[in-house]
């Protein structure tokens, strides 16, 4: 048993390498958050695109569903591998895209905010759709009847309650691409995983990796509370009737 | 009631046929409504009544047929189908409104704002002009009081007398009503009718679909009778209630008015 504590719980070890682990927490957070509002805003606009109307824009529908089909289908670990070792070969590209090094970042992080959005945004794209396909039609027909066009509608109207409704399981996702970060450590970026894993392979001792597992647990456990509040806010708001938003 | 229609030409729809796979909802739909001059459309569910109203302002456009508004062809004949050149879309939906059965009132918008919307984003109306369009639309609906109220909070009678308020904000040159007081509650049902009275006094051009009897009797200039996707009888109220000549009509009438 004391064993077992030395191995996943020393709090003294815990400690000493805290300043360590945290700074590759921070890279972890700003890989996060930076490729959580992008995943946020290209799933928008992949659902959007998705809805276009009319049959001139079949094509753009077609390859919009291949897109979301296909990222949600190939591991991300792959994406990653495949963008951090296919990219700096590509000699036509300029250097600044081969090997992006923008804001002080090294390209790993670029690599992976990338592969992280790509799929992420597919994923979202289909939250998103839930939340269009349940707004009721007449509510395009309505304000396409007082003449707004299919933007106008989408924007003023289809939108605003769509995304009202998926806030809950676009949190979700946010936490599960919060763990997924995680992946990039493969392509060498000195986020959490790969520091405390480096510590555990000098040191012999896990409780670095544990630290680090605190940490994301700071960080999802709320997300996860704040997940279910805003569900049983939205049962609560179905048992009374009618959708009530007060400002969005 | 005195008759307002002035005789010139509101609508005017040729041979409009209407297909839902492989049901034919409409079966060759001639009808003729002057301005000024409110047709109330009768007939059993599924007859196309529904159906033709959406035919009229494209939310559904005919698979055949011709529609003229105002003179001007907004259908392009057989086969052209799709509605969706922009002209004639815009050109219809800036005379045309439409309230539908079940209000389709914006729930995240208030009363006030569900009736500017459109008036800023679609006639670029300044927030100011569109409040005051607004303010003097619902008070007109007898709605001064529930301005800031968000839809959920109305009564169905409330809601549609908004939804009437949404579409006349945009100034249109004709009014559908489809069977806009099918969802409501019996005693909510006057309330709403009175304000659609008032607009037809006022000599808005209105096709109304319905099953209200005594309104269409009371309001329209004309009655149409619609059964299997065609009219089936056309005329003023009182021949079309009280002695009508088809006897699709009269077993109709018998059904509606016998209870």
């Known amino acids: 048993m004391e064993e077992f504590i030395k191995q996943f719980f020393d709090v003294g070890f815990m400690v000493d390498h805290f300043d360590e682990v945290l700074d590759g927490f921070w890279i972890t957070t700003q890989l996060a958050v930076l490729s959580g509002l992008l995943a946020l805003v290209w799933g928008l606009i992949l659902a959007t695109l998705r809805q276009l109307p009319g049959k001139a824009l079949l094509p753009v529908r077609f390859l919009t569903i291949a897109y979301i089909d296909v990222f949600r289908g190939i591991p991300l670990l792959m994406l990653i591998l495949l963008i951090a070792g296919g990219v700096p070969a590509l000699e036509f590209l300029p250097e600044s895209l081969r090997l992006p090094q923008w804001f002080g970042k090294p390209d790993s992080f670029w690599f992976g905010v990338l592969a992280i959005t790509i799929t992420y945004g ?3 794209a289909e939250v998103y759709r839930s939340g269009i396909e349940s707004v009721p039609g007449g509510q395009m027909e309505a304000a396409r009847s007082l003449g707004m066009s ?26 599960a691409l919060t763990k997924d970060t995680t992946l990039v450590s493969f392509i060498a970026l000195n986020e959490v995983t790969l520091v405390a894993s480096d510590i555990q392979s000098e040191t012999f001792n896990s409780s670095a990796l544990t630290l680090g597992a605190i940490m994301f647990l700071v960080v999802t456990l709320p997300l996860a509370r704040l997940v279910d509040k805003l569900i049983s806010r939205e049962q609560g708001r179905f048992t009374r009737g009618a959708p009530r938003v007060e400002a969005l | 009631m005195e008759s307002q229609a002035n005789g010139g030409s509101m609508l005017s729809l040729q041979g409009i046929h209407k297909r839902f796979g492989d049901l034919e909802v409409l079966r060759g739909v001639d009808l003729e409504i002057k301005k000024g001059e409110v047709v109330c459309v009768l007939g059993p569910s599924g007859s196309g009544k529904s159906t033709l109203l959406r035919c009229v302002n494209l939310l559904e456009p005919p698979e055949e047929g011709d529609i003229h508004l105002e003179e001007r062809s907004i ?10 050149q922009s002209w004639e879309l815009d050109f219809v939906r800036q ?18 704002q569900n009736v500017t919307m459109a008036q800023e984003k679609v006639l670029g109306r300044s927030s100011a002009e569109a409040k005051a369009k607004g303010n003097e639309l619902l008070e007109r609906v007898g709605l001064g009081d529930k301005l ?24 249109p040159h004709v009014m559908l009503f489809d069977e806009v007081t099918s969802a409501l509650d019996p005693e909510l049902v006057k309330e709403v009718l009175d304000v659609m009275r008032e607009l037809a006094e006022e000599g808005m051009t209105m096709i109304v679909v319905t099953h209200e009897i005594g309104f269409a009797r009371e309001v329209a200039d004309r009655v149409v009778f619609m059964d299997g996707g065609v009219i089936v009888e ?17 077993q109709f009438l018998g059904l509606v008015l016998d209870h």
């Open chain 1, 122 to 124: 597919a994923y979202m």
């Open chain 2, 234 to 250: 056309e005329g003023p109220p009182a021949q079309v209630l009280d002695s009508p000549r088809e006897e699709r009509t009269k």
């Open chain 2, 95 to 112: 005379r045309v409104g439409i309230v539908f059965q079940q209000f389709n009132l914006f729930p995240h918008r208030t009363a006030l």
């Open chain 1, 150 to 175: 299919h933007g106008q509608a989408m924007r003023n109207v289809i939108l605003p309650q769509a995304i009202r409704k998926v806030i809950a399981p676009l949190l979700n996702d946010f936490i």
């Open chain 2, 148 to 171: 800031n109220e968000y839809p959920e909070r109305l009564s169905g009678g409330q809601q549609q007398r908004v939804a009437i308020a949404r579409a006349l904000a945009m100034d």
């Open chain 2, 75 to 84: 259908c392009r004949g057989p086969g052209s189908g799709t509605g969706e």
